[in-house]
């Protein structure tokens, strides 16, 4: 399908680990990247991950890549109130020589005191 | 760190109004981008702009919609007469190359009502 799916809520204690996942459309899609987006404001680039690998790990972020199932995950270690957000995955998508991103769903994430 | 602005941060017309979205992206990028977000819906792609062109559109950019780099360092959305449907957040981005390998930089939003 077109869709980029995410599940729509996750809801976590302060201090655990919290799992995101995605699964995009596009198996040629170079990079795929981890947006944050606060109440009210834009969206902010986490972290994005090369096609050819499998993990990236960027201080408490860990992103997993599974290009067979077209499944991305963002885990965020020792999960802080701060980090309650909404967050979207992206593919990049090519039509003709340019390029868009195409967004998941994204997944509100709660991060309980 | 380098930004992407746009003005205004919210922006209420009557429906049938024509409004215009500003926005200055990064100076030394060359790839321009709109993008909208319904409330509580995703982002979806609206536009791209190189070399004072559009590159590629989606199915909502219609006529009503116009994009413009006037003077060299702003870059517009322009709707022609707004329809309540067209309220949401509008996001302007822009990128330095073509597959944004480092991604792209957001503007903090431009919400749009339309009345």
């Known amino acids: 399908g077109e869709d980029v799916e995410q599940s729509l809520f996750l809801s976590v204690r302060e201090g655990d680990s919290s799992v995101i996942n995605c699964t995009y459309t596009d198996s040629s899609s170079t990079y795929l990247y981890w947006y944050k987006q606060e109440p009210g404001a834009g969206l902010q680039l986490l972290t994005y991950i090369f096609s050819n690998m499998d993990m990236k790990q960027d201080q408490r972020l860990t992103v997993l890549l599974n290009k067979k199932d077209k499944h991305l995950s963002l885990r965020i270690a020792d999960t802080q109130t701060g980090d309650s957000a909404i967050y979207f995955c992206a593919e990049s998508r090519e039509n003709s020589g340019t390029y868009k991103y195409i967004f998941g769903t994204g997944t509100r994430l709660k991060v309980l005191a | 760190e380098p930004e992407v602005t746009q003005t205004p941060s919210h922006q209420v017309t009557q429906m049938g109004q024509e409004v215009i979205l500003r926005c200055v992206p990064i100076s030394n990028h060359l790839y321009f981008y709109w993008y909208r977000q319904i409330l509580g819906q995703k982002v979806e792609f609206l536009v791209s702009?190189?070399?004072?062109?559009?590159?590629?559109k989606s199915e909502i950019f219609d006529d009503q919609f116009s994009v413009e780099r006037p003077d060299g360092s702003n870059f517009t959305l322009k709707i022609r007469s707004t329809k309540l449907e067209d309220s949401a957040m509008y996001f302007c981005?822009?990128?330095?190359?073509?597959?944004?390998?480092?991604?792209?930089?957001f503007g903090s939003g431009t919400r749009l009502t339309v009345v």
């Open positions: 702009f190189y070399n004072n062109e559009i590159s590629e």
């Open positions: 981005a822009s990128s330095e190359d073509r597959d944004f390998s480092y991604g792209y930089t």
